[in-house]
């Protein structure tokens, strides 16, 4: 693989907005190749990213599904300060056309989730609405799909049909032009790992992308390209010392694990370690890149890359080399990040229209650009980023109209 990676539309998603899901009353924000979300502990920022992932998980496996694995409906309304009966989710988003070499398309997407009724019986959710909207930009949708209380109104199919379960998407995407849409949404990629997993030896199946958890790390760097393997060691030498390349161990083997190498002494001796010595730090270092460079995300597969605290047990100064990652990233793949370190952003060459702030008040999560007067601190050199969150002062631009559940979304 060479240095250019695939032509791959950045940003995935343009706009997302969140109704009552879990402790987002109403967020609408708009999202670049890369943004980062900033809040303290518990402001709400994982609940967006696991907004975006009910999305990615309802369409490939069922919105029951996905309502099961969370523990239930319960636990994704919005409870404080009153219970609400409904969560809406809602997307802009840019897809490839089926068409090849025109221009990108303009797909909005729709989900409204709530209580079923008394006449659905064992179902543990009721899609109260889902709407779908998809065409060139300068033109006339090519598609529009609208759910309302399982009928189904498809421009594509002209017969009216009923669902059983939902949502729609799941059924649309097997065929144009719905296909485009339905598989960049089940290709998003949520990192969660474990250190466990991430240390283990596993299986070399040559695997070509990276799990959730971080397994197949071993197998993935075997496959990455020449200049993808060459960038991922430069990181990592930048925040380990004496560290001078990461890799497989052998890949002919039939189980691989990552493994790094570094040079020390005046002779510049190399020493190997395999993963399950490596410390916190630097392993979760290892899986990072690993995230950013594998093959999926390079080519274009991975339309998104979703990540918790990347900078979690890396020492201070590892901040700016964490920043420069994502952002070059984000040149192939739509990056989304959260953070409680605002140090990523205190250097002169950070946007700050990159960042999303995530601020609780009374248990209700509001999330926005940075507020006006946050900014012009942070500009007037008056405090940095890192002063403002530590002290609680760093606030998000307020939404104050929140649409109604039956709005376009675009």
Same mark, same amino acid.
């Given at each position: 693989m060479t240095s250019k990676a695939a032509d791959q539309p950045v940003p995935f998603i343009r706009r997302v907005r969140i109704e009552n899901y879990k402790s987002i009353g109403h967020c609408d924000v708009t999202l670049g190749p890369f943004s980062v979300l900033l809040g303290l502990n518990a402001a709400g920022k994982s609940n967006f990213l696991d907004a975006l992932r009910f999305v990615r998980d309802a369409v490939t496996y069922g919105v029951s599904r996905s309502v099961e694995t969370r523990g239930g409906l319960h636990e994704l309304l919005r409870r @404080? !300060? +009153? *219970? @609400?009966?409904? $969560? @809406? =989710? $809602?997307? +802009?988003l840019s897809v490839p056309s089926p068409n090849p070499g025109d221009a990108l398309w303009h797909a909005c997407y729709e989900l409204t989730i709530s209580h079923p009724d008394a006449r659905e019986h064992g179902v543990n959710v009721h899609v109260r609405r889902e709407?779908?909207? =998809?065409? *060139? !930009?300068?033109g006339p949708p090519q598609a529009r799909f609208v759910v309302r209380d399982m009928e189904v109104e498809d421009s594509v199919e002209t017969r009216t049909r009923r669902l059983t379960r939902g949502p729609y998407l799941g059924l649309a995407r097997l065929s144009e032009p719905y296909a485009q849409l339905g598989d960049a949404l089940s290709h998003m990629f949520f990192y969660e790992p474990d250190l466990r997993v991430l240390r283990d030896a596993r299986p070399n199946t040559r695997a070509g992308v990276l799990g959730e958890d971080g397994s197949d790390v071993g197998s993935v760097l075997a496959q990455l390209g020449t200049w993808e393997r060459d960038r991922t060691s430069a990181y990592a030498a930048a925040i380990v010392p004496h560290l001078t390349s990461i890799g497989p161990t052998s890949p002919d083997e039939n189980y691989v694990a990552a493994q790094m190498t570094t040079a020390t002494g005046s002779d510049d001796t190399e020493q190997r370690f395999r993963a399950e010595s490596m410390s916190e730090g630097t392993i979760r270092a290892v899986g990072l890149l690993t995230a950013l460079f594998q093959p999926p995300a390079r080519d274009g597969q991975i339309p998104l890359v979703a990540l918790e605290e990347p900078e979690l047990a890396l020492h201070p100064m590892a901040a700016g080399v964490v920043f420069d990652a994502l952002t070059e990233a984000s040149t192939w793949t739509q990056v989304i990040a959260t953070s409680q370190s605002a140090e990523l952003f205190d250097r002169k060459e950070a946007d700050l229209s990159a960042v999303l702030v995530a601020a609780a008040d009374n248990g209700v999560t509001t999330i926005g650009p940075i507020d006006p007067v946050s900014r012009s601190i942070v500009s007037d050199g008056l405090a940095t980023? &890192?002063? %403002? %969150?530590? &002290?609680?002062?760093?606030r998000p631009v307020s939404t104050t109209d929140e649409p109604g559940e039956e709005s376009d979304a675009g």
């Open positions: @404080t !300060p +009153e *219970p @609400t009966d409904h $969560a @809406t =989710i $809602a997307l +802009e709407k779908c909207v =998809i065409g *060139p !930009p300068d980023m &890192s002063d %403002l %969150l530590r &002290s609680d002062q760093l």
